[in-house]
C-alpha cells in the first residue's frame, strides 16, 4: 500500500470518528463540511439533547425538530436523501419515540415526507380512531404502500408452501398412474431393490390425490391487537389476505384486546383490515379463543393460529382449559408470541410454560419462516421439531 492509500486510510478514519462523535470531536477532529456537515446536522436534530437550535448553522448537535410540522418534514426530506431507507426507517421510529412525534403524523404534508415501513403503519393504524378526516386519505396511501410491498415479500412463497404441503397431506397408497409420487415411492421400496434387475420392484405406491377445488383447512388467525403487537398486526393482516385469496382453505381472522372483533369479511383488502383494528387497550386472550372456538367446525382440519404476547388480563385457567380442548379435539393450535422481524419479543414466561406443557410451542416467528410453518401445522408435523429447526437456522444465519 502507498502512503497516499495510508493517508487516504487514515483521513476517512477520523472522517467516521467525526461523524460517531459529533460536536465534542470537533476542536480535535475538525468541523464537519458539506455533505457531511448535512448529514451531522439531520443526526444532531434527532440523537443529540440540548441546546434550542435546528442545528443548520452552528455546526453543533442539537435536538432542533421542535413541534413544527413544517420543520419536520423537511428533516425527513434531507435523512431520506443522505442516508440508505433501511437506515432512513430506524431514524424515523426513533423521532418517534424520542421526540414525541406522533402528533405531528396527524398532519397531511408529514405524510408525505415519511418513507413508508412497518413500524410507521403500526404508529398510524394506533392514530386511526383520531385521525382526521383530511388525514386519512394519506395515510391510507402509507398503509398500502407498505402492504403492497409485504404482498410482494410473502404471497408467493405463502402460496407455493401452502399448495405444496395440501399436496402432500392427500397422499394417497392406491393411486393412479398420472398421480404417483416417483421419488418417495422409490425412497419408501428401497428395501425391495433387486440387484440381479437393476431395479425396485414397488411393493407400495405412494401419489398425490386428485386435485380438488374443495376446502381443504379451515384456518382461523386469532391476533392480539394490543399496542406492543403493532407489527404483528400488521403482518397478520397481509398474511391472512393472502390465505385467504386460496381456494382450499377457509380463512377467519379475529383481532382482540378486551374485545372481539372478526374482520374476516374484509380480507379481500389487506388495507381495510388493518384499518378494522384498533392498537393499544388490555387483553382479553380467554374471550378471543372462546371466540374463535365457534368458528371451528371440523376440528381435524383446522388450525388455530393465536398470535400473542400471552399477558392475559381475562381468566388465565379457562383459557388454557380452552387451549387443551382444543388439542385433544384434534385441532392442530400454533401460538406465536411475535409475527415480526423485531428479534425477540417481551411476554409472558409462565402462560408460555404453561401451554408448552400441554404440548404447543410458544415462540416468535419472523414472517419470512411463517409460510413453512404453515406448511408443517397443514401436515400435522411435530411443531417442537420445526421450532428447534427454526431456532437453529436462525442462530446460524439461514433465517
Known sequence: MSRDDVDEAARER????????GAPAEQSLGKAEGRDGAMDSALAALYD????????S?????????GSAPKVA????????????????IMQQDAIERLDLTRLLLEPEMLGAVEPDVHLVGTLLSLNRVMPDQTKDAARQVVRTVVEQLEKRIAQKT?????????RAARINRPRHADIDWNRTIRANLKHYQAEHRT???????GYGRRTTAVQRDVVLCVDQSGSMAASVVFSGVFAAVLASMQSLRT???????????LTEQLEDPVEVLFGTQLGGGTDINRAIAYSQQLITRPRDSIFVLISDLYEGGV??????????MTAAGVQVVVLLALSDEGAPAYDHDNAAALAALGVPAFACTPDAFPDLMAAAIERRDLKAFVARFADERAGGGL
Open 14 to 21: 477520523l472522517r467516521r470518528w467525526r461523524m460517531v462523535l
Open 49 to 56: 439533547a440540548g441546546g434550542a437550535g435546528d442545528g443548520e
Open 58 to 66: 452552528s455546526g453543533r448537535r442539537s435536538a432542533g425538530l421542535g
Open 74 to 89: 423537511r428533516w425527513l426530506g434531507d435523512i431520506r436523501e443522505y442516508f440508505p431507507s433501511t437506515v432512513v426507517q
Open 159 to 167: 402460496r407455493a408452501a401452502v399448495t405444496g404441503a395440501l399436496n
Open 200 to 206: 425396485v420392484i414397488p411393493e407400495r405406491l405412494i
Open 252 to 262: 377467519s381472522l379475529v383481532v382482540f384486546d378486551t374485545a372481539v372483533v372478526d
Open 316 to 325: 388465565r385457567e379457562q383459557m388454557l382449559r380452552r387451549v387443551a380442548e
